[in-house]
């Protein structure tokens, strides 16, 4: 007995010495990314600190943002008491009794005042984004470090999202990423305020979802054999009989498990299976579903494939009952309402020279063999609007006409989604040049192989605005959001995913979250360095961005051409000269004559990066 005592006491000593031996320390500036719609800073501070308890208010203890807050803190070794009246010394999350209606469903309030912390919203998901939103105004290592306390700054913020759809697509089919990558890659999501994950499931490069009536998708359509130690593009043909151990694809259970943990963070889930193209896994392992007279042996890919020639046979009703099987299992896994049925590149070679797909086309009258897809599109559509759920489709399901249900996700540029938000059809815009974030961050002779073409910056994303020019009111309200995508053809681990959204996914959900009129530049760029810092102590890996600087001219009042030179990374010094090799520090705009060539240098932790950038007046200086 007397032991126990000793052993009670021990212990609450120890807790006592490990609480008030954390540090203490004082935030100075708040980088917080989405930047928040209205926020204002107050007089005096509020000191976070073991002793401060929780008040939820219309919210219950076990409501799925309490629990995550509650789990989260814990994680920092705060371990909230909650009360059952607010009062002095509290964090405060409140649902409000009558709904704010600027701040919406997915809008919060926050107060930081010497008394605490007061958070209200009128849901759950905004607590939850509001919570998001003080996690970021922590120190950066707060997951690693043990702090008493923490005094942060009074302020008070209203936020709300200025675009509903807030999207990340993770293509697992060119490379399969396992259970835990994909929660990772949800929790950044979360991190930053980003509410679609758009599961790119299938593909030619694998078949990635459990399907029960038609095991040889998994047995076969989801494993390839081995070349990740090979560039994409330069690999080995496989070999004959070679085992097939690369790939994998999610059970139903893990399918389930994924779509829970991604509603713990108000995150919907929407699969993607691709019709009637992009379809060499499923090829192989039902080859009956290809078009009469074609011989091409199909094989799970694992290199490039282009013209992607794989093609579901439109004129062959059994591939009609294959897809509602094939839907039958998909929609009850995925409670959100939305089914993406992909839709493109699909090449019609095959399809003009089937005569079952000729037969149907005349029977059903239709003109052209886009015509022939849409129809396969309505009738899936049609097919799953029976079990509450709609479509989605990419850019090419307008080609031969789209339901007025549809939506479409815009991708080849901004041009299908102004057609389709003119039609009435809802829009996701997701432009390459800006959403893509398999494309080169940086010059690509200091990158990691990637897909190349075009150069997607930090700056270039930062720059996207998902509401096209050209729309009136009504039409525009047809504009959902957008999205980032990650294709991973090149991509074959997660420090290699996450090196490529990261910090492009911060300047895509600063894009979709935060008023257009509320961005200046270089503040994102401090903003973006100090959530490196945080996402690095997180364990993800972070691209460093380009160092290509840029330039523009402006005419000075007296007439003089005023060259301003500009960077992306934060904490580069460049170095300049106008033609005479003599580099010298850039510090403010500076005269240059029409064709002068700048010859830029930019240097970063003392190193020169990347390479000297010669940029001309004139014809450079437009980025
Ligand atoms: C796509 O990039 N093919 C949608
Ligand atoms: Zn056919």
């Not at 930053?192 to 399907?211: A, P, Q, S, V």
């Not at 050209?470 to 957008?482: D, M, P, V």
Request: hydrophobic letters at 35%.
């Amino acid at each position: 007995m007397r032991k126990q005592l000793y052993f009670a006491c021990l212990l609450m000593i120890l807790t006592a010495l490990t609480v008030s031996c954390g540090k203490k320390i004082a935030v100075d500036q708040y980088a917080i990314i989405p930047e928040p719609a209205q926020m204002e800073m107050g007089e005096g501070s509020f000191t976070l600190s073991g002793s401060t308890v929780c008040y939820i208010g219309n919210v219950g203890q076990n409501d799925h943002v309490v629990k995550y807050i509650s789990r989260t803190m814990r994680q920092w070794h705060f371990n909230p008491v909650f009360v059952g009246k607010p009062g002095t010394n509290c964090m405060q999350f409140i649902i409000n009794d009558t709904p704010d209606m600027e701040l919406g469903d997915e809008g919060y309030e926050m107060v930081v005042g010497s008394d605490g912390i007061v958070v209200t919203a009128n849901s759950e998901r905004g607590l939850f984004y509001g919570f998001q939103t003080l996690v970021q105004m922590l120190p950066e290592d707060i997951n690693n470090v043990r702090y008493s306390k923490i005094v942060l700054p009074a302020c008070k913020m209203r936020d709300m999202p200025r675009f509903g759809w807030r999207g990340s697509l993770l293509d697992v089919s060119r490379h399969f990423f396992g259970v835990s990558q994909v929660k990772k890659h949800l929790d950044l999501m979360a991190a930053y305020k980003m509410n679609k994950f758009h599961w790119h499931l299938t593909d030619d490069h694998g078949w990635r979802i459990e399907i029960a009536k038609y095991p040889l998708l998994n047995d076969i359509g989801s494993w390839r054999v081995d070349r990740d130690n090979q560039p994409w593009g330069e690999a080995d043909p496989a070999g004959e009989n070679e085992p097939r151990t690369n790939g994998g694809y999610y059970t139903k259970e893990e399918i389930k498990e994924i779509v829970e943990y991604a509603a713990d963070r108000y995150i919907d889930v929407i699969p993607e299976i691709e019709i009637p193209g992009h379809c060499c896994a499923v090829l192989e392992a039902y080859p009956q579903l290809a078009c009469a007279d074609d011989d091409t042996t199909y094989t799970v890919q694992f290199g490039p494939y282009w013209p992607p020639r794989a093609i579901l046979c439109a004129g062959n009703d059994s591939v009609m009952s294959f897809l509602k099987n094939v839907m039958d299992e998909i929609i009850p896994l995925f409670p959100y309402n939305y089914i993406h049925v992909g839709g493109d590149e699909a090449v019609k070679h095959n399809w003009e020279r089937c005569p079952r797909c000729k037969a149907k086309m005349k029977a059903l009258k239709l003109k052209n063999f886009e015509q022939l897809q849409s129809w396969m599109i309505v009738e899936i559509e049609k097919y799953v609007k029976r079990q509450d759920k709609n479509i989605i489709g990419w850019d090419e399901i307008l080609d031969g006409g789209v339901s007025p249900e549809a939506t479409v996700m815009s991708w080849q540029g901004t041009k299908g989604g102004l057609v389709a938000a003119r039609r009435g059809n809802d829009v996701i815009m997701t432009p390459t040049e800006y959403c893509y974030l398999n494309f080169y961050q940086a010059n690509p002779e200091f990158q990691p192989p990637a897909m190349p073409e075009t150069l997607v910056t930090l700056e270039k994303v930062y720059g996207f605005d998902p509401m096209p020019k050209g729309l009136n009111a009504e039409q525009q309200k047809h504009i959902l959001g957008g999205q980032a995508n990650l294709w991973t053809e090149y991509i074959n681990t997660s420090e290699m995913a996450e090196y490529m959204l990261l910090p492009r996914l911060c300047a895509m959900a600063e894009v979709l979250w935060s008023p257009r009129e509320k961005k200046p530049w270089e503040n994102f760029r401090t903003r973006v360095a100090r959530n490196i810092i945080r996402l690095k102590n997180n364990d993800y890996h972070v691209g460093v961005g380009s160092f290509k600087p840029w330039m523009s001219v402006e005419k000075s009042i007296d007439g003089k051409l005023m060259a301003t030179l500009h960077w992306e990374v934060e904490g580069t010094h460049l170095y300049y000269h106008t033609g005479d090799g003599d580099f010298k520090p850039y510090t403010e705009a500076f005269a240059v004559e029409k064709n002068t060539v700048v010859t830029v240098m930019a240097f970063y932790n003392g190193i020169l990066k990347e390479k000297a950038y010669e940029l001309k007046v004139d014809t450079d200086t437009l980025k």
